[in-house]
């Protein structure tokens, strides 16, 4: 008898098939990352004023994350049986990544702690390290480097936006 493999290989020809059920922890990390960011510390609003000298509104931020939030969610929840949509869990690994990463910097460089660290590290690197693992299997060379870098491209009309 012979054990099936948890994760299937990608058919011939590179096209993409349904992702695991464990993508949803990609939205469940964004929610809990949301919920550190607000209750943390002393906020990432405070935090960003303080540490950077550039505020991220409360009004804005609460807006970002009202449109973000639902898009994130249900994107992810369509794209595990949508192929159109197979790099959104790519897109969405890499802004979470990103997002860790800057919180890790901005802790090292003002010495102190920035609110959605703790799920940063704990929550986005691993989760989406998996995920971008996964999308090289999952997804054709071509089509996984547009996902990332539309993550990229993202994060920073985010952080432009966030920050204007």
């Known amino acids: ?22 993508i949803l922890l990609l939205p469940l990390a964004y929610l809990a990352h949301l919920a550190e960011e ?7 609003a405070a935090w ?13 931020f609460l807006i970002l994350n009202a449109v973000a939030a639902p898009l994130a969610v249900g994107l992810t929840v369509v794209a595990r049986r949508r192929p159109a949509l197979a790099g959104f869990p790519v897109l969405f690994a890499t802004v979470v990544v990103v997002n860790a990463g800057l919180h890790l910097l901005g802790s090292l460089a003002t010495a102190s702690y920035s609110p959605g660290l703790l799920t940063g ?5 691993p989760v989406g390290a998996t995920v971008l693992a996964a999308g ?4 054709p060379a071509p089509r ?6 539309a993550g ?6 985010v952080a432009l936006v966030a920050f204007a």
């Open 144 to 149: 996984y480097a547009r996902a990332v870098a």
């Open 48 to 60: 960003t004023a303080r540490a950077l000298g550039r505020e991220i509104s409360l009004d804005r």
């Open 1 to 22: 008898m012979t054990a099936t493999p948890a994760t299937p290989a990608p058919p011939v020809g590179g096209a993409c098939f349904a992702w695991p059920w464990w």
């Open 121 to 125: 590290l704990a929550l986005y690197l």
């Open 136 to 139: 090289v299997e999952r997804l």
């Open 152 to 157: 990229l491209l993202i994060h920073l009309l």
């Open 38 to 44: 607000w209750w943390g510390g002393e906020g990432v």
